[in-house]
């Protein structure tokens, strides 16, 4: 494993502007199991972050509390300046993409997108949007006559569509093939570029970070920096 450095220490627990994602001293647990213990994370507006961990390691969990739908045990955290408990304001401004695509199964591909657009209030355009991702053809099939790959793609395009400030994405390459893997670099990194913080978790380290260079590191519950590769601080 790289050599960590900069690891965040819980002790500098003041929450500073200009960050899209702020963590201090947060600890989760879920049922018997303590999940987070004690982290301390600043990531900033536009950064790319990419989150690795063995299975198991609380990747997800870590997502889920920012997206405001897990709320810590104890410690505080802000989403663009935003509470973490204040799920409404959060999810304005929070897309997560699952492992699983999050969608609805029985709806068809345009009426997944055309309902993520009125939940975000968004004038998208679902049409282009299946048409990036090369999904046009099935624009009017339910979900789940879709395959695996489908479905990502399908997530994928939704994310990509919606382009929310901040973009979280669990395991984005998996279950994909060579052409599929391209797709999700290409339009991640479009989300990026136009100005999106994204959190990419994954267990394929050099195509996550092609994207989200930052990566961080997982494990027994706490976060740990990989490498050198975070922006000088901001004033
Ligand atoms: N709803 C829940 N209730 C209790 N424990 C849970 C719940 N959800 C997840 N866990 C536990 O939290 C731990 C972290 O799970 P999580 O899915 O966040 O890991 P992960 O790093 O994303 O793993 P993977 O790489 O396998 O996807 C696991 O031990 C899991 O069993």
């Known amino acids: 494993m790289a050599e960590v450095v900069n690891a965040p220490r819980a002790e500098d627990a003041v929450i500073q502007a200009g960050e899209a994602l702020q ?14 213990r004690g982290v301390t994370l600043d990531i900033g507006v536009g950064e790319g972050v990419t989150l690795l ?21 104890r410690g505080e955290g802000r989403v663009m300046g935003f509470d973490l ?11 997560v993409m699952p492992v699983d695509g999050g969608l609805y199964p029985d709806l068809t591909c345009t009426e997944n997108l055309a309902f993520a657009a009125r939940m975000h209030g968004h004038p998208a355009d ?39 400030p901040v973009t979280l994405v669990d395991e984005p390459f998996a279950n994909l093939d060579d052409a599929g893997r391209a797709l999700v670099r290409d339009l991640l990194g479009e989300v990026r570029a136009g100005g999106a913080t994204l959190v990419i978790a994954a267990h394929e380290p050099e195509l996550a970070r092609a994207i989200a260079p ?3 590191w997982l494990a027994g519950g706490k976060l ?6 975070r922006p000088a601080v901001r004033a």
């Not at 624009?139 to 695996?148: D, I, T, Y």
């Not at 740990?224 to 590769?229: K, N």
């Open 224 to 229: 740990s920096e990989l490498g050198a590769q």
């Open 53 to 73: 961990g063995e299975n198991g390691a609380g990747k997800t969990t870590l997502l889920r509390l920012l997206a405001s739908t897990l709320r810590p045990t």
């Open 85 to 95: 408990r204040d799920s409404r304001a959060v999810r304005d401004f929070v897309h």
């Open 214 to 216: 930052r990566a961080l």
């Open 126 to 164: 679902p049409a282009a949007a299946l048409r990036r991702v090369n999904l046009e053809a099935a624009a009017g099939r339910r979900v789940r006559f879709l395959s695996a790959g489908m479905r990502k793609r399908l997530a994928l395009a939704r994310a990509w569509m919606l382009a929310r």
């Open 23 to 36: 963590l201090r001293d947060v600890w989760l647990r879920l049922g018997r199991e303590v999940i987070l």
